[in-house]
């Protein structure tokens, strides 16, 4: 089992950064190795919730089964794993002022093929690119000003 955690300080509140990570299906627009996500449940969110994740790490390709285990409105997200890799993953908000720390853990085994401490080292980078994304992702005031307001040629 190796334990990978990776964190940003992402520039939303806590309820903007939930409402962009709750939505299960979308986290294909951010995450890098997610290629698809399909739901195995009636329900798309909440305890309870399964999908298959068809996942590509450079030459690997697995769909990943996962079901949700807690999840708490603008604070926690978790999941399971099972199939080829298992193990437990989590997402953690926690409002620091006007922005919101967002923590992803995950705790992993992985099949006897795949040296353990190397997958950790690129998984790292990679989940730490798909949290600048995300964020990326998120509206923000700023963001949303600049995209508004048209830059002024000087006159000639």
């Known amino acids: 089992m190796r334990t990978i955690s990776v964190r940003r300080r992402v520039r939303a509140d806590a309820e903007t950064v939930w409402d962009a990570l709750a939505d299960i299906a979308a986290h294909v627009e951010w995450m890098a190795d997610a290629r698809s996500i399909r739901f195995t449940s009636a329900q798309t969110e909440g305890v309870g ?4 994740c068809d996942t590509r790490v450079g030459p690997l390709r697995l769909n990943d089964r996962m079901e949700v285990t807690e999840w708490v409105d603008e604070q926690v997200m978790a999941v399971r794993h099972v199939g080829l890799v298992t193990g437990e993953g989590r ?3 926690t409002p620091r002022g006007t922005a919101t720390e967002m923590r992803w853990t995950e705790t992993l085994a992985f ?28 509206p923000t005031e700023r963001r949303d000003a600049r995209r508004r307001v048209p830059r002024r040629r000087p006159a000639r």
């Not at 919730?49 to 298959?52: A, D, E, H, M």
């Not at 401490?117 to 989940?127: D, N, S, T, Y």
């Open 91 to 93: 997402f953690t908000l």
């Open 111 to 138: 099949p006897w093929w795949i040296p353990s401490w190397p997958a950790a080292l690129v998984l790292r980078e990679i989940w730490r690119w798909n949290l600048r994304r995300f964020e990326a992702t998120i």
């Open 49 to 52: 919730t399964t999908f298959v």
